[in-house]
């Protein structure tokens, strides 16, 4: 029977924590949207600071505020975004720049490592003299960290170079900053160095940092003041916001010395992984939070079924695809679950060795607990009692 629950969805999967909730409950409120919420007026302000930006707005979700974002940018419609064929704008976000906005997205391939080559930026600009054929280039946007490649960082200096690219042409510059914060922690860089040359940065609460709710975006007074207004029309403007910028405080003030700890789990977890027979990790790839890793061919069990027969023993994972798997670690995964997550998929592999095929994967996860070792990672991993198994 399973005892608990190792949830590897996503770092947007964490519970409030006890004093999130309390300042949730205690938190002095007003009326946001008359800009008059004391507790959303002071995280905005801390997340101003932290950026190096002039200001901030609160906003319900990531996903509005790059829209919010691009939108103050492309206010003609029919302007065009170059941003990466892998960034979360591009696929994750309902293509919401165009259906709404009446935004292009012109996109440049994502190198590995969360980049786009400078000369390819630059080659997708359009010739302003040409706008009777073209679509006017206005923004470039940047990921960082890059999800869809494996939470990779993007440097100061690349981020210098696409910023005086974009100055150079007369167009602004936005970062996806969801995971910023797991940036500046792996590359040991302050926040506002890596935005330093951005004209606006959405950051998300709700990830790394463990909030329940919204992200912020920071930018300019005059580019903050249009935000606000854009965030009104599109339903963002919430009244007694304050409830929820409150844990959002409690998540920046307390979580994001937790980060460094999330990604030497996720280093950990995928020297695991890859000592494994019938899985691949690129484990030098591992630089924050985030683990992609393959299931080779001849395994014997796709990465759907893999998933189901983890949620059976408590362990909770999304397939890439097919044969890909995508693991993400976060301040709730404690030391002992990395270990018990690795046992569990080790567990397939000794089965299997004696009953290969699909039929000794389906044994293996029915007859777990009857492997010699296993009541001892019960007892070790999970904490379980003696007079309760755990021998």
Do not use: W
């Not at 591992?286 to 059976?312: H, Q, S, Y």
Request: glycine content about 10%; hydrophobic content about 40%.
């Amino acid at each position: 029977m399973v005892t608990g629950r190792v949830d590897l969805r996503s770092d947007t999967v964490t519970k409030p924590s006890e004093a999130m909730r309390a300042a949730m409950a205690n938190a002095e409120v007003d009326d946001d949207v008359l800009c008059y919420d004391p507790t959303a007026l002071c995280l905005e302000t801390e997340m101003a600071r932290l950026t190096g930006k002039q200001a901030a707005i609160f906003v319900p979700s990531g996903t509005m505020g790059n829209l919010i974002s691009v939108l103050v940018h492309c206010e003609i419609r029919g302007s065009e975004v170059i941003l990466g064929d892998k960034s979360h704008i591009h696929i994750y976000e309902n293509g919401g720049i165009s259906t709404i906005g009446g935004v292009h997205p012109r996109t440049v391939k994502n190198n590995e490592d969360g980049t786009m080559d400078i000369d390819l930026i630059e080659a997708a600009i359009r010739d302003p003299k040409l706008d009777i054929c073209y679509p006017v280039t206005r923004l470039i946007c940047l990921e960082n960290t890059h999800g869809s490649c494996g939470g990779k960082c993007l440097s100061v200096e690349y981020t210098a170079r696409v910023g005086d690219l974009a100055k150079k042409h007369g167009l602004k510059l936005h970062i996806d900053g969801a995971r910023i914060f797991n940036a500046s922690v792996a590359l040991g860089v302050p926040v506002h160095r890596l935005v330093q040359a951005a004209d606006s940065v959405s950051v998300c609460l709700s990830k790394g940092l463990g909030a329940p709710v919204g992200s912020v975006i920071v930018g300019s007074k005059a580019f903050i003041a249009r935000a606000k207004t854009l965030r009104k029309t599109l339903g963002g403007g919430m009244r007694q916001v304050g409830v929820l910028c409150a844990a959002a405080l409690v998540a920046v003030q307390h979580n994001i010395g937790k980060l460094e700890g999330d990604h030497k789990k996720a280093k950990s977890l995928a020297e695991g992984l890859n000592g494994i027979k019938g899985l691949k990790v690129d484990v030098s790839s591992v630089e924050t939070n985030i683990i992609f890793f393959d299931i080779l061919e001849g395994a014997n069990i796709t990465a759907p079924k893999l998933c189901k027969n983890l949620e059976e023993h408590g362990i909770l994972v999304l397939p890439g695809s097919s044969s890909t798997i995508r693991l993400v670690l976060h301040y709730q995964i404690s030391e002992t679950d990395v270990p018990y997550t690795l046992s569990c998929i080790r567990v397939m592999d000794y089965e299997a060795s004696f009953y290969p095929g699909p039929i000794g994967i389906n044994l293996l996860f029915k007859t777990a607990t009857q492997v010699p070792f296993i009541p001892i990672l019960q007892k070790a991993v999970m904490g379980v009692p003696d007079e309760n198994g755990g021998k």
